[in-house]
């Protein structure tokens, strides 16, 4: 392994080298969410070098959760098919309930 290789280490990348993108288990996932919490709404996260495009899914409590998607498309169509609002987090930034919740979070251990 090259010396300037360890960048790439933590790159979750699929079968044909290219990063991964959201699945069936990452849908199941998100839906759980929704469907067990109240006031969720979504926030579509761009890609990086590292992750492809995410969405970030956050309740009226602050808590939190994130999977991949399939690009901003596959963001918005999700969010529209489970009724629930789409911000873009790269314009509005992130709600500060959820900067609440994990502040609680890290106070408990």
Do not use: C
């Not at 849908?27 to 979504?42: K, N, P, Y």
């Not at 999700?78 to 314009?91: C, E, G, N, R, S």
Request: charged letters at 30%; glycine letters at 12%; aromatic letters at 8%.
């Amino acid at each position: 392994m090259g010396r300037f290789s360890l960048g790439k280490r933590g790159r979750d990348k699929g079968s044909d080298g290219t990063l991964r993108t959201g699945n069936s288990a990452d849908a199941r996932h998100l839906e759980q969410f929704i469907a067990s919490r109240q006031g969720v709404e979504a926030f579509v996260e761009p890609r990086t070098t590292v992750t492809d495009t995410t969405i970030l899914l956050v309740a009226h409590d602050g808590e939190w959760t994130r999977r991949r998607v399939d690009g901003p498309g596959g963001a918005a169509s999700f969010a529209k098919k489970q009724a629930i609002p789409l911000y873009d987090a790269a314009v509005v930034g992130y709600p500060q309930r959820m900067r609440d919740y994990n502040a609680r979070q890290k106070k408990q251990g």
